[in-house]
Structures are given as C-alpha cells and as structure tokens.
C-alpha cells in the first residue's frame, strides 16, 4: 500500500515538472517571437500620406473650369500658438501656484520662461502678414482659431476620460466648471501637428519665406493645390468655390479612412463643387517605409473624379459681358439674369447671372461679398422667384386652346374704356387706344394678335375662364411650382463607388409659387396645392398677382413649346450613359393645332409690324442668317423688371431657346429684346444655329 502511494505521488511531482517545463518553453519561444515582433515594430516608420488631386470641372468643349495646381502655404505649430492663448496661460499659472508660490510669483517666473516664445510667435505673426500681403489683425485671428480647436478638443478630452458614458448635454452643462489646470494637463497628438496660416500669392513671396523660415521654428513651407478657375467671374455662382471646412462639413466622410478631411483641406462650399463633391474628392494612399527605407505597404491614393458641364464657358461669357456693357445694356449696372438652352437636348449652354465675382479671390473677398447689396453671390437664373410677367401669355394661351375656353379665330374685346375696377388695363388704352381699334383691319383681338400685341385684357378674361386647379395643373406640368433642375452623380463613378448610389446632388434652386401667396417648398404634385382664390386666375394670366418663376423655369415652359411638347428637364452636368438627356423626358399633351396657334403669334411678336418686338428684330441680320425667331416680350409692376424670351430655328431643324430678365426695367420691348437679339446672335455666332458668319470669333 505504500509503495502503490509512493508511486503516485512521484509520478504527480514528475507530472507537474513536466507541465512547468513545457509551460517554461512556451513563454520562451512566445517571449522570443514578442520580442522579435516588437523590434520588427520599432523599425517600421510612421505611415506617410499619399496626397490625392481634386478632379477637374470642363464645359461641353472640354475647356477647363476649375483645376487644382501647385501652391504653397505657411505652416504653423501649436507648440508655438499656443502662448497666445490666455487660457493656457491661465492654466500654466495655476498650476505652478502652491502654499509656497504666490500668483504674481507664479506668473513673473513663467512669463520670464515664455519671453522668447512669444517673442518668436511676434515675429512670426508680422512674417506671416508681410508674406501673405494681409492684415496682421486676420493672421491674429487665424492663430486664435487655431487655439480655439485645440482648446477645445482637450477640454472634452478631459471630461469624457473621466466621464465615458456620459451624455453630451452633460458635457454642456459641466465644460464651464472645469479648470484650465485641468485642461492643459491634456496631451494630444493634435498638439504637435503644424496648422495652416497663410497661403503664398507668388513666387517672391515663397523665396522670401525659405530665406526667413532659416530663423524661425515652429514655422514650415508645405506644398499643396491651390484650386484655380481660369475663367475667373464667368459662371462663378453655378460653379461655386472650395475653402476649408467648418466642423460639421469636415464629418461626411469620416467613416472612410482616406476620404476623411484631415486639418487644412478644403472641400466645396457651394454651387457644383458642393454638390459633386464626392466625384471630385478622390481618395489619399498611404506608403509605410522601414528604417532602412525598404516598402514595408502601399495604398495608391485614387484621384478624384472630372465634371463635364453642359455648359459653353466661352459662350456664358459673351453673354456676361453683353449683360454688363453700357454700350450693350443700358441697365448694365442693374442685376440681370438670363438662360440659354439647346433645344435638341435642353443642355444649359448659359445660365448668367450679374453682378458676379472672381472664383480665384472669393475667399479673400467673402466678407465683401456677402454685404454687397447687390448680391453677387446670388444666382439670379436659378435662385430668385419673379413674377413672369407677358412671357407667362404664350403659356395661358395653350391652356385655353387646349380646355376650349377659346377659340384661334375668337375674339375678346379689348375696348377703348377702362375695365371694371380690379381688373387689368392694357398699355393701349392707358395710351388713348385699344386693340380693338389696332387689330381692326387684322382679324381683330384675336389669339395670334392677343400674344402679337401682348393684350392684357385679352389674357386676363381668358386666364377667369379657367378653372383653378386646372391653370395650376397645366402650370405645374410645364415646370412651374417645382424644382426642376435635376442633378445626378455620373453613371460610371456609381458604377465603381456603390455608396454613392443613393447620393443625390443639390444645388440652391427657387421652386416659384403656384398658390395665392408664397409656396414654401417645392410641390410633388399639383394635388399639393391649395386652391387659387377667384380674384387671382385674372392677374395670373398677364404673368403677376402671386405667381412667380425662375428665369430657368420660364426658359424650360417655352422649351416645351419649342419642341412641340415633348418636356425634358434643364440639363446642367453631362453624363455619357444619358447622351441624349432622356431620363426625365415626358410628353405634354398639346394638339398641333394648339401649337401653330401659340408660335404664329410668337413670331407675330418679332416679324410684324405692331409686334411688341418688331422694332428690335425689323431687318435683322439673323433672319439672313436662316434663323426663324419666335418671341415674347414681358414687363411687371411691384416689383419692376423687363423680360425677353424667344426661340429660334434653322433650316437644319437646330433649335435654340433664350429668357433674359432685367431687375428694375421698365419695358421688355425696350430693355430686355435687345439684350435677348444681342443673346442669339452671339449664339449663332458660336455655331450653335443658323449660317455662322465669316467675323465671328473661332470657335
């Protein structure tokens, strides 16, 4: 028996050795190949960020709009920022203080300590200032910024480490409380990285900062893009610009390791480089190099993505210039808006809008710009709702054929009294005449001569005769009271970046108003719609009361008439897997009969004596040039502003449509036809219709 217990108990002790002796070799060989990977480690270098390049913006004929090229920029480190920030000061002292050191002591040991710092973050704000040809008082405020981010980001990091499960509303109602002492204990990485102060104008501006940074530390030269648009102010609205991110703006693409803004990029800020900002992004690489410099990895960095407009850059800025010279435009200082479209396709060729800005100093001039009165930031064409005036008459034509509340051949009397009280008079007769007396001989007041002579009282009993819902429908499905101007990320980029599949982009855009007040969103339906009140169908159909539209949304109604019904939407951002812009295409129910109606009168307007444009297009050069023009002449009251819109044809079935408003013209016979003859003949002489003439510019 105990021999059996000694034998037991042996082969447990050998047993337990064994294990010990195993357990020993493990930690060993995992000690070995620990250690072996920790060295691997302490010879891999940081990772380096592969910089990315902004895509391009082109216009149809592949001119480029917006390209990013090489600049440079001042650097500065928040190591050296940081002494001018009060409340790290604060901080600093606080700490420093004990039983046995007074503030005051406390402080005049430190501000001893910090004599040089501050005095290099003197120097280098002047330096900054001098070299980048602005105010010392902009360059103080971006270090404060700088201060600012930092000081605030600790100040969280020290409550949430202390506080993980905490709500923010929490954060809010405790950040107050907490100490600077507290807070400059924090220790960020964010704290050791350079900032951007100041971007270099010029090449002498960059070889005086390597000659002074000699002296400095804590300042650096990087090299990054500068975005350039190098046709300056022409389409700057619809373009829009880039500059760095506010903090919310940073966040979109924070879930994508190197999409995601890091300190100092920009980002678009409006117009197309907001809205296709994920197509023109592109994505940064990364390369991670050992000490010897042998490639440890590599993520190529993906560029971003090119834009092609439907725009004709070189067209839009004729257009501008004509808009803005007073030899051209005698309303050249009043805001003007105007919008070209190719008929076959509904590409925007021009979408114009006065005053503009310079894209390449929108920056420097923002404050500047947002104060200006006259708005130059605004995008006319798009953005502002107006009431149509006379060109809405075309359009309540149309309706009334195609309800039967008129007849082509039927005549409404436009007499030479006055109309009963709260009704519309006619220019004639505040003259002394009628229409009645004027188209006598002519077949009288009928519907050709009604849009000829642009009647009021013709198209204001007519607009009564319709039904509410009816003239709000037929509105709507022209384009009115909605947003029309539709914007989709290109087929291939989708194609190869799926989670974009969903992104829609947007683009400021006014809807109008088809209610008897102000619609405050863009409508679904006309079913959305409350019902017009009585009183408001008669001054609807002379284009005022409360409703209004876009340049854009009156060009694209009379783009439907062009076409003989077929609507397509506006199309500003070309897409090679929709060639023929067919996506939105649909078909307005609009009889032939309906249609030779409306154009006979249009081109009454500019082809015969008593047109409300005749005078403007009498013995034009176009008409020699094959073009058949078909206009409408257009003016409000409370607010004041002239219109002019047309289409034109040639022989070889091109088409072309044109809208021109001027804010604050008296007439559209006066102010704004001629700027819409000045339109189309700088559009024939871009190619676009009819015989080019031999004195046009290249193309």
């Known amino acids: 028996m105990y021999q059996r217990r000694l034998k037991i108990f042996v082969g447990l002790c050998v047993g337990v050795l064994l294990i010990a002796l195993a357990r020993l070799v493990m930690l060993q060989g995992f000690g070995v190949n620990e250690a072996r990977r920790q060295t691997e480690l302490l010879r891999v270098l940081p990772p380096e960020s592969l910089a990315t390049v902004r895509g391009k913006i082109f216009d149809r004929n592949g001119r480029t709009l917006a390209l990013d090229r090489p600049a440079f920029s001042l650097y500065i480190r928040y190591a050296l920022t940081r002494y001018a920030n009060p409340r790290w000061q604060e901080g600093q002292i606080l700490r420093r203080m004990t039983q046995d050191t007074s503030r005051q002591e406390a402080e005049s040991v430190l501000q001893a300590e910090w004599a040089e710092r501050l005095l290099t973050l003197r120097e280098a704000t002047a330096l900054a200032a001098e070299l980048g040809g602005v ?274 051949d039927e005549i409404i009397s436009c007499p030479y009294t006055n109309p009963p009280a709260g009704w519309p008079r006619c220019l004639l007769q505040r003259q002394g005449s009628c229409h009645d007396w004027r188209w006598e001989h002519e077949g009288g007041n009928n519907a050709r001569n009604a849009i000829r002579g642009s009647c009021n009282i013709y198209f204001s009993r007519l607009a009564h005769r319709l039904d509410s819902r009816t003239l709000q429908s037929r509105l709507f499905d022209l384009g009115f009271g909605r947003s029309i101007l539709h914007l989709d990320l290109p087929y291939t980029f989708v194609q190869n970046h799926p989670r974009f599949a969903d992104v829609q982009p947007r683009i400021r855009q006014a809807h109008g108003s088809l209610i008897a007040g102000i619609q405050a969103a863009p409508a679904d339906s006309p079913d959305d719609l409350p019902a017009l009140v009585d009183w408001e169908r008669k001054f609807w159909g002379i284009g005022q009361g409360n409703l209004r539209a876009t340049v854009l949304q009156v060009a694209n109604a009379l783009a439907v008439i062009a076409r003989s019904g077929i609507y397509k939407s506006p199309r500003l951002v070309l897409d090679e897997a929709d060639v023929f812009n067919e996506r939105y295409q649909r078909r307005v129910s609009i009889s032939p009969r309906t249609l030779e109606t409306v154009r006979d009168g249009m081109a009454a307007v500019v082809n015969e004596q008593g047109g409300s444009a005749y005078r403007i297009f009498r013995d034009s050069e176009l008409f020699r040039r094959g073009l058949a023009i078909f206009g409408k002449t257009g003016s409000t009251e409370r607010p004041e502003h002239a219109w002019f819109e047309c289409f034109a044809e040639d022989q070889a079935g091109r088409l072309i449509i044109v809208a021109v408003l001027v804010e604050g013209g008296s007439r559209g016979s006066d102010d704004a036809a001629p700027l819409g003859h000045g339109i189309l003949t700088l559009c024939n002489e871009a190619g676009y219709i009819g015989t080019r003439p031999t004195h046009a510019p290249p193309l």
Not at 136 to 162: D, S
Not at 166 to 175: F, L, S
């Open 135 to 408: 105010p010392q008082a902009e360059i103080e405020a971006r270090i404060e910024g700088i201060n600012n981010r930092i000081w605030e980001l600790a100040r969280y990091i020290w409550w949430r480490r202390r506080n993980p499960g905490a709500a923010m509303a929490e954060y809010r109602r405790q950040r107050d409380a907490i100490s600077p002492a507290q807070i400059v204990q924090v220790d960020l990485r964010e704290m050791a990285e350079f900032y951007p102060l100041i971007e270099l104008p010029d090449e002498e501006s960059l070889f005086s900062a390597q000659l002074e940074l000699i002296h400095f530390e804590g300042l650096t030269l990087r090299p990054e893009a500068r975005r350039v648009y190098p046709y300056g102010t022409a389409a700057c609205q619809l373009l829009g610009w880039v500059a760095p991110g506010q903090d919310e703006e940073m966040q979109v693409f924070e879930d994508d390791e190197y999409r995601r803004y890091l300190e100092g990029e920009v980002l678009g800020k409006d117009g197309i480089e907001k809205a296709y900002e994920p197509v023109l992004r592109g994505r940064r690489g990364r390369v991670v190099y050992d000490k010897d410099g042998n490639e440890l990895s590599r993520t190529d960095p993906e560029y971003g993505g090119d834009v092609y407009l439907a725009l004709d850059i070189e067209l839009q800025q004729r257009i501008e210039s004509l808009l803005q010279n007073p030899e051209t435009n005698p309303n050249a200082s009043s805001p003007c808006a105007a919008v070209v479209l190719d008929g076959a396709t509904n590409d925007i060729l021009a979408l114009v809008s006065t005053p503009g800005f310079d894209l390449n100093t929108v920056r420097r001039d923002y404050t500047r710009l947002i104060n200006d009165p006259n708005k130059p930031m605004l995008h006319r064409a798009l953005e502002s709702n107006y009431p149509p005036g006379s060109t809405a008459k075309p359009l309540i034509l149309l309706m009334g054929l195609e309800e039967g509340a008129v007849g082509p």
